[in-house]
């Protein structure tokens, strides 16, 4: 199955590789325009990688909404107490799971999409490679083979993907465009605590909130509720607004 889905997006990055080549041999053609040839060079490419489609990369949600958007990343730690907190209070979540993540406990998970006010599964990948790393083979594996095994679990495809590091390039979306990714999740601010609890910041309407299953999560989402409820921003469910945003069809 990996054959036709790594041939489409090679067939695409031809496509944008090209466009934006042709492109650029318009803006040169005349002598001397050299000074005024690059921006007019970056309007093209950036045309050309909208003429293929490729799915955006999100940091941030434009809206005039007063919301934050809270994505959790991995799955390996179960804390029940975290599970309470999001079905208790209702806060809508973006888990991006990784399948061996979930695999051993999926229920935690079900049961949290079956309870939880918009909490949907997403798509991090098989074994949370570097997608800019590998080849097209390698990034079908990761990409569409973690999308299968999450609709296989879930009942439903993931639409979003989190690039693990957050690495990224074209390629990646192009590969991710061919497994049915819509956009790639990046994030605003990291409130997990690894070695030591990082600083609070003071969070917009509009921004991502990262976060890790991690032993740490129950504290760690305390101070991201808490730092959306001292801007005066609700959590609120990420796609709709991806959608309100035009940043996805």
């Keep these: ?27 040169g053609s005349s002598e001397g325009a050299a000074p005024a040839a690059a921006p007019a060079t ?3 490419a950036a045309a050309g990688s909208r003429a293929v489609g490729l799915p955006p990369v999100v940091s941030h949600v434009p809206t005039s909404e007063k919301v934050v ?3 959790i990343d991995d799955g390996w730690a179960h804390d029940p107490a975290v599970a309470r907190t999001l079905v208790d209070q209702r806060v809508p979540a973006s888990l991006f799971l990784l399948p061996g993540a ?37 990034k079908d594996t ?13 009942g439903r495809e993931p639409k979003l993907l989190r690039p693990p590091y957050g690495a990224v390039n074209d390629d990646v ?23 030591e609890t990082p600083a609070t910041p003071r969070l917009n309407a509009g921004d ?8 740490t999560l129950g504290a760690d989402l305390k101070r991201a509720l808490d730092a959306a409820k001292a801007a005066g921003l ?16």
């Design 69 to 71: 958007f809270i994505t």
């Design 173 to 195: 979306r192009l590969a991710a465009k061919a497994c049915g990714v819509k956009a790639l999740i990046t994030w605003t601010h990291d409130f997990t605590t690894w070695s």
């Design 234 to 249: 609700k959590p609120a469910a990420l796609m709709p607004h991806l959608k309100s945003a035009g940043l996805v069809p």
């Design 142 to 154: 990761e990409v569409c083979g973690a999308g299968e095994q999450l609709a296989a679990a879930f």
């Design 102 to 138: 979930f695999s051993y406990d999926a229920q935690y998970f079900t049961g949290l999409v079956a309870q939880g006010r918009s909490v949907n599964v997403e798509n991090h990948t098989v074994n949370h490679s570097d997608l800019t790393t590998l080849d097209a083979a390698g």
């Design 208 to 215: 991502i909130v990262l976060l890790h299953f991690t032993p």
């Design 1 to 27: 199955m990996w054959r036709s889905r790594a041939v489409l997006a090679a067939l695409a990055s031809l496509s944008l590789t090209v466009g934006a080549a042709q492109a650029a041999d318009a803006v």
């Design 42 to 44: 970056a309007q093209a």
